[in-house]
């Protein structure tokens, strides 16, 4: 992505795989357990980064299975993209819109592609024209 | 490099002037005439040829000349219209490949690389200049954009007729009702349109601009369209008050370059108090959602001296200033002639507002978000500071600095007053070259 442009021709020649950059941070507490998946890719560390392509949807979802104690949670600590926060600046778009996970239900969150106009949107950069 | 030159403005942007001849850009320069909106519609402007080759241009990496200041303001870091464009298409320079291929527009760059030029995108944001009509005569301004000093340069040029030329006579194409009703009805039919930004004159002393924004209203357009317009803040129109209520939103610019008296020189005959009063009656309007108001500015070779108090006016009011570029026009003008002893003074005013409010620079992208003043406030100041302290003085500045003295009497002959009662500090300056 840093090569140098000199015309917009070079632009649409250059290869978009693997210029996402996710990374998913997360802490399990009190034994809960669960299963999460970021585009498919199983969530088993407490930190997860995959690379996607420009323009890749990025979907999250979670279940907690198991919660044997009253404090037992799973907390979503950070997602960035790129290293732009994502997580947990926009919570608000998570279903439900919550980053502490204490009851057996689903937790989905969904960034619609392309990701750079998505995020220029939500962190309120003005219309774009 | 293609980051530094590419621009998006022509493909969601164009400009009508105030004599009805469409426009590149807001920002363009170009003194050709254009085709005219009382015989050509915007659509047919849009895919013009002079529209096409500009896209096709800045597609090749080319810096087109009428984008010139644009690219002397990026030269100092200072946001730019072509800034301020690729904002409105989510492009970021500082991560420029990744945001244009992500861009909502890429498909229109696109179309138009494959196209020669052609857009299939129809303008979505637009500058509309009503016309001339103005009760203010500012010194940096021209003819066709006051009425006020269209009457005053014929004066002028009997005064100095190198200086001041004899303006040319026109008609602004808002007073042609039917060339009105046509632009209009192209307006209300625009899939998507999403900005107007009118400019006069003054526009809230122009019908047109109440007679515009009524059609808008009536057509049911008017809630998915942002309008921002531009005041000299000496008239405060109840108007105003129910326009707001019917837009996305509302974006009003006061022009206003200092808050002390010297303003009533430069944006003659101004009032400052009456004009502070009024701007105190639009910030109480502020609490109505949808508003967003921000002071105009756009400092000189005078009122850069007094720039640090309009600034602290700022953080006082936290209401922000948008500077939509450095003065080049009139040369004598500019910033840029300031004497060495002047420039020192003013860059150490500035410093010591950023050291009195402990002033940094960050990353702003959407300026008119209320939660940012603060930090478009402080952009402002260090963008000013550096440039101020920074640019290259021009190499004839001696001869510039010449013509302002002749720019300032012919102007002082016409109105009786005195560049020494409002800036006594440029006394020494001023003497020096001839005044």
């Known amino acids: ?129 | 490099m293609f980051e530094q030159s590419f621009c998006s403005s022509p493909w969601f942007h164009a400009r009508l002037t105030y004599n009805g001849d469409f426009q590149e850009c807001r920002w363009f320069k170009n003194d050709q005439p254009g085709q005219n909106v009382r015989n050509t519609s915007l659509l047919e402007f849009y895919n013009s040829d002079r529209m096409r080759e500009l896209r096709t241009g800045l597609l090749n990496g080319q810096q087109p000349a009428g984008c010139q200041d644009c690219y002397y303001e990026d030269s100092f870091g200072k946001i730019s219209g072509r800034q301020r464009q690729l904002h409105k298409s989510g492009i970021k320079e500082t991560d420029f490949v990744r945001t244009i291929r992500s861009s909502p527009h890429y498909q229109y760059f696109d179309y138009s690389n494959n196209n020669q030029g052609l857009a299939n995108y129809a303008a979505t944001d637009l500058q509309i200049d009503l016309g001339n009509t103005c009760n203010s005569a500012c010194i940096m301004c021209d003819p066709v954009s006051s009425s006020r000093l269209q009457q005053e340069y014929k004066t002028l040029h009997k005064i100095n007729s190198s200086l001041f030329q004899n303006p040319v006579e026109f008609e602004s194409w808002t007073r042609d009702p039917a060339v009105l009703d046509r632009f209009v009805n192209e307006l209300i039919g625009i899939p998507d349109l999403k900005y107007i930004h009118f400019l006069g004159g003054e526009t809230l002393y122009d019908p047109a601009f109440y007679s515009i924004c009524e059609r808008l209203i009536a057509a049911g357009v008017a809630k998915n369209i942002i309008v921002g317009t531009t005041t000299n803040g000496t008239i405060y129109d109840n108007r105003i008050e129910s326009l707001i209520k019917e837009f996305k939103e509302f974006h009003l610019g006061i022009s206003i370059e200092t808050v002390t008296p010297l303003n009533n020189y430069i944006r003659y005959p101004g009032n400052i108090d009456q004009i502070l009063a009024n701007i105190d009656q639009f910030l109480a309007l502020r609490d109505q959602a949808k508003l967003a108001i921000s002071l105009r500015i756009t400092p000189n070779i005078f009122t850069v001296y007094e720039l640090d108090q309009l600034f602290e006016y700022m953080i006082k009011h936290q209401v922000i200033a948008e500077s939509c570029n450095i003065l080049s026009s009139p040369e004598c003008l500019r910033i840029e002639l300031l004497s060495h002893d002047l420039r020192q003074i003013v860059v150490g005013k500035l410093d010591s507002i950023i050291e009195k409010y402990n002033l940094q620079k960050t990353a702003v992208g959407n300026i008119r978000r209320t939660d940012l003043v603060p930090d478009v406030i402080a952009n402002l100041v260090v963008d000013y500071r550096n440039f101020v302290a920074t640019y290259r003085k021009p190499g004839d500045a001696d001869v510039h600095r010449t013509h302002l003295i002749k720019f300032l009497q012919a102007f002082e002959k016409s109105r009786g007053n005195s560049i020494l009662d409002y800036a006594p500090d440029y006394e020494k300056f001023l003497r020096h070259y001839g005044y």
């Open chain 1, 1 to 129: 992505m840093h090569q140098t442009m000199k015309n917009f021709s070079d632009i649409t020649a250059i290869n978009t795989d693997r210029q996402l950059h996710v990374r998913l941070e997360i802490v399990t507490h009190l034994g809960a357990e669960f299963r999460m998946r970021i585009n498919g890719h199983l969530v088993t560390d407490s930190v997860t980064e995959i690379n996607l392509d420009l323009f890749s949807p990025i979907h999250i979802r979670s279940m907690t299975t198991n919660l044997p104690y009253a404090g037992s949670a799973v907390e979503i600590v950070s997602l960035t993209v790129n290293g732009l926060s994502v997580l947990p600046d926009y919570m608000e778009y998570a279903r439900p819109a919550t980053l502490w996970l204490n009851t057996l239900d689903d937790w989905e969150y969904h960034i619609d592609s392309p990701f750079y106009a998505w995020y220029h949107n939500v962190s309120g950069q003005g219309f774009v024209a």
